[in-house]
């Protein structure tokens, strides 16, 4: 039985790293409960402060997930329009797969910045900006679904 949980945690895991890349999935926390399934294969595959550690940086990934594209585009010079026009790009071109996933976010902050009544110029840089934002919470959230991968299979 012991198998199984480990298993269904690092299928959680990965579900998770998949989450990280796609919308309406929360990566960190699916692969948390992945962690918080080996509970029930060993009393104490993990000390108690691990939990709390990494529950902690979960949340905080969550936070930061949604503060980085706009720090992004803020630090490139974009408005509200360019972080609404990033979501609304990734959302609406995930469904055109990977490449989707990369131009989406970037074409919807240029439209969005375009929207809100910038040039092209600072609107290419609002985008620029607010797709870096994008990528860089994308990685954080790897990162994080990745540690806690590592720390299940490093119990077994």
Do not use: H
């Not at 926390?29 to 402060?49: C, H, S, T, W």
């Not at 989406?104 to 985008?127: H, M």
């Amino acid at each position: 039985m012991e198998w199984v949980w480990i298993v269904l945690g690092i299928v959680l895991c990965l579900v998770g790293i998949a989450g990280s890349l796609l919308p309406l999935l929360p990566g960190p926390p699916i692969a948390y409960v992945g962690m918080l399934l080996q509970l029930f294969r060993d009393p104490n595959p993990f000390e108690a402060k691990s939990y709390w550690i990494f529950g902690g940086v979960v949340v905080i990934s969550l936070v930061l997930d949604y503060l980085i594209p706009i720090w992004g585009t803020k630090k490139f010079g974009g408005t509200k329009y360019g972080v609404w026009g990033c979501t609304i790009g990734f959302i609406a071109a995930f469904w055109l797969g990977p490449l989707g996933v990369i131009i989406g976010p970037f074409v919807g902050a240029f439209i969005g910045e375009l929207i809100g009544g910038q040039d092209s110029k600072k609107s290419f840089k609002a985008a620029i900006g607010s797709f870096v934002g994008f990528l860089l919470g994308s990685f954080m959230k790897l990162v994080v679904c990745f540690l806690i991968l590592y720390w299940i299979i490093a119990s077994i």
